[in-house]
């Protein structure tokens, strides 16, 4: 049973930065694609950056050059450092293992697929 644990969350002012972590257990092999999302009150749940067992990358156009996702393949641990936060990136912030096994790894296919939850980590950007 696969499980994702995130850490990392908290409340920050605008411009700061904070790290988010994702342990992931259960597998038996490395997982393709991993990914974090995020959920605004009221809003939609959001595909924030994905990144595939090459470590290829892809973000969401709101968080590009602020946000760096990275993954540890040797303890499947997944990263998200995030850098001049501002108040629209209040969230909650949730790690995501997609069952794709090969081909696109992006928000877009991770959200159409089949995947695992974290519990996700509240993040809270004051201006």
């Known amino acids: 049973q696969v499980q994702l644990v995130e850490s990392g969350g908290g409340s920050v002012q605008a411009g700061g930065s904070l790290r988010l972590s994702c342990a992931a257990s259960g597998y038996t092999y490395s997982p393709y694609c991993m990914a974090w999302f995020r959920q605004a009150p009221g809003k939609e749940r959001e595909g924030v950056a994905t990144i595939n067992r090459y470590h290829n990358t892809v973000y969401a156009d709101s968080v590009e050059g602020r946000f760096t996702i990275s993954i540890d393949n040797a303890d499947n641990t997944l990263y998200l450092q995030m850098n001049s936060l501002k108040p629209e990136d209040t969230a909650m912030y949730y790690c995501?293992?997609?069952?794709?096994?090969?081909?696109?790894?992006?928000?877009?296919?991770?959200?159409?697929?089949?995947?695992?939850w974290g519990q996700g980590t509240q993040v809270t950007v004051s201006s």
């Open positions: 995501v293992a997609s069952r794709i096994r090969g081909g696109t790894c992006s928000p877009q296919s991770v959200r159409s697929s089949s995947k695992y």
